[in-house]
């Protein structure tokens, strides 16, 4: 199996900074793209950003300039620096990956982390 395990939620004042880790493990062949999404309550899960494994990046317009996605192939990891955080950006965070697999070689995983919980105070 594979797994992701995500790092680094936690409580922040307003116009703060975190940084969110999520790393890799289990019968791992290759990653393809590796994302980051949020879920806030009573909100529809989004995408935040998406890192290629060439690292090619997009965000969503609103976190443009104050988030920045990043990888380490080598340790299958993939980040999220989050700056000038708002309470808008109060949400569960969940890592993502496109896994493939040397146990399922067959077709590629859809894989999700248990979730960070950031909490923006106003």
């Known amino acids: 199996q594979v797994q992701l395990v995500e790092s680094g939620g936690g409580l922040v004042q307003f116009g703060g900074s975190l940084r969110l880790s999520c790393a890799a493990s289990?019968?791992?062949?290759?990653?393809?793209?590796m994302s980051w999404y949020r879920q806030a309550p009573g909100k529809e899960r989004e995408l935040v950003a998406v890192?290629?494994?060439?690292?090619?990046?997009n965000y969503t317009d609103s976190v443009k300039g104050r988030f920045s996605i990043s990888r380490d192939n080598a340790q299958n990891a993939v980040f999220l620096q989050m700056n000038r955080l708002k309470t808008e950006d109060t949400a569960v965070y969940y890592c993502?990956?496109?896994?493939?697999?040397?146990?399922?070689?067959?077709?590629?995983?859809?894989?999700w982390g248990q979730g960070t919980l950031v909490s923006v105070s106003s």
């Open positions: 890192i290629k494994r060439d690292g090619s990046t």
């Open positions: 993502n990956a496109d896994v493939l697999s040397f146990a399922i070689i067959d077709r590629w995983l859809d894989v």
């Open positions: 289990g019968s791992i062949l290759k990653i393809s793209a």
